[in-house]
């Protein structure tokens, strides 16, 4: 199985674009469910916010929280998150959690316009049906 | 974070051009709260011009031909859209400088492109999403000034709301912050925080030294401070200063006890310059934050 038979496409994916505030992030990532938002820049994928980040960023800050909730989304996050490739299969997929870490990659095609977001928790499930 | 500020163009063509921006020269934009007659007009931007000239500062004329936040319905507004606007009209042909003058409704905002250089949004308004939108639709460059009860960090709001039309030609201005009733306090921080968004920031020290409305039907100043901020303001960053200016501030038809005497204004210019080419001689320091670990 492939990576691009799992992802979360379409409106599932969860997004914003560069310019979107921070609070608009919290609020995709709250609607979308995933722990994490794309920021993208027209289709292309220009970052990554991780519920990590938002952990990260509030402990190293002293802005009020009406200030902090101002800050666009493109200071925020990752500009270049691990990404993975749609043709990319599910033991691939697994190999790069585990490597870097993370719960959540983006899947991009080779010119970086976001196809999709897979999350950990739904690659095991494909991994492992009965889970 | 020490943000990067774009420029801005104002005027050129049959004016002089004006560019505000973290490098350029200091600007002001002054002249008297309302527009009286054209001989006032007229007599003030020669005055100021020439004080602008001698120091290396640029000059963008302001004056207003409707003021529609005064405090009493009986005080004077101003000579109206179309008389206001030969006026002005007037000054940009005699003089050569832009002008800039506020606009509180959306009606008059297309006759107001047609002559003004600089349409500023009123303090009070800068969150009317329909206001902003028009003003940015005419194409001219854009001040809005920061409303008394706003965050700077709400100013985004209210400079996406003009970009969103295409036109990113904008200058934000302090011009101070409610502190209880009747009284502004300047919070320098806020010039540091509106360039995060990128845009320019201005100083207004007449409005800033404001008391709003504390003298019942009419707002009171100090101006004795006015000469202290300013060059806080500088030291803080500002990229271009604003005063209302009156040769009888205390005669003024508008706002008389915040504008400042034209007499004052050469020496105030020029420790502003002093200290504005100072900042930029000595980059910023950029000083981390408490982290919690």
């Known amino acids: 199985m492939l990576i691009k038979e799992i992802m979360a496409t379409g409106t599932e994916r969860p997004m914003v674009n560069e310019d979107d505030?921070?609070?608009?992030?919290?609020?995709?990532?709250n609607r979308k469910g995933l722990g994490a938002v794309c920021v993208m820049c027209g289709e292309f994928l220009a970052g990554l916010v991780t519920d990590g980040d938002i952990r990260r960023l509030i402990l190293s800050t002293q802005k009020p929280l009406p200030h902090l909730f101002m800050t666009p989304a493109r200071e925020v996050g990752s500009k270049a998150p691990k990404k993975i490739r749609p043709e990319a299969t599910l033991q691939e997929g697994l190999a790069m959690f585990e490597k870097y870490q993370c719960w959540v990659l983006p899947v991009i095609d080779g010119s970086n316009r976001l196809l999709g977001l897979v999350h950990l928790h739904r690659l095991l499930k494909a991994l492992i049906p009965s889970t | 974070m020490v943000s990067l500020v774009k420029d801005i163009t104002i005027g050129g063509g049959d004016?002089?051009?004006?560019?505000?921006?973290?490098h350029q020269p200091l600007t002001l934009i002054g002249g008297p709260c309302a527009i009286e007659s054209e001989e006032h007009a007229l007599f003030i931007a020669k005055e100021l011009k020439a004080v602008t000239e001698s120091l290396g500062v640029q000059f963008i004329y302001k004056s207003c031909y409707d003021k529609d936040c005064r405090s009493s319905s009986t005080s004077f507004h101003g000579l109206g859209v179309e008389e206001g606007l030969q006026v002005l009209q007037r000054v940009r042909e005699v003089h050569g400088v832009p002008v800039n003058c506020d606009v509180s409704n959306v009606e008059w905002m297309e006759a107001t492109a047609k002559v003004v250089d600089f349409i500023q949004i009123p303090a009070y308004l800068c969150r009317q999403t329909h206001l902003l939108k028009a003003a940015g639709k005419t194409g001219r460059a854009i001040h809005i000034k920061k409303g008394q009860f706003m965050s700077p960090w709400n100013m985004r709001n209210s400079a996406q709301k003009v970009a969103s039309t295409g036109n990113q030609n904008i200058l934000l201005t302090?011009?101070?912050?409610?502190?209880?009733?009747?009284?502004?306090?300047s919070d320098m921080r806020c010039l540091q925080i509106m360039k995060e968004t990128g845009y320019p920031v201005c100083y207004d020290a007449t409005h800033s030294i404001q008391m709003p409305s504390a003298l019942g039907t009419m707002s009171g100043g100090q101006r004795e401070f006015i000469p202290a901020l300013v060059r806080a303001a500088m030291a803080a960053g500002a990229n271009a200063l604003f005063m209302e200016i009156h040769d009888e501030p205390d005669r003024a038809l508008s706002d008389p006890a915040t504008q400042i005497h034209l007499r004052y204004v050469k020496e105030i210019l020029r420790q502003a310059k002093m200290v504005y080419d100072?900042?930029?001689?000595?980059?910023?320091?950029?000083?981390?934050?408490?982290?919690?670990?």
């Open chain 2, 278 to 293: 100072l900042v930029r001689e000595v980059p910023l320091m950029e000083i981390e934050n408490y982290s919690a670990r």
């Open chain 1, 21 to 29: 505030c921070l609070r608009d992030v919290l609020d995709e990532m």
């Open chain 2, 15 to 22: 004016v002089a051009k004006v560019t505000i921006g973290e």
């Open chain 2, 174 to 185: 302090d011009r101070g912050t409610f502190f209880g009733y009747n009284m502004l306090v």
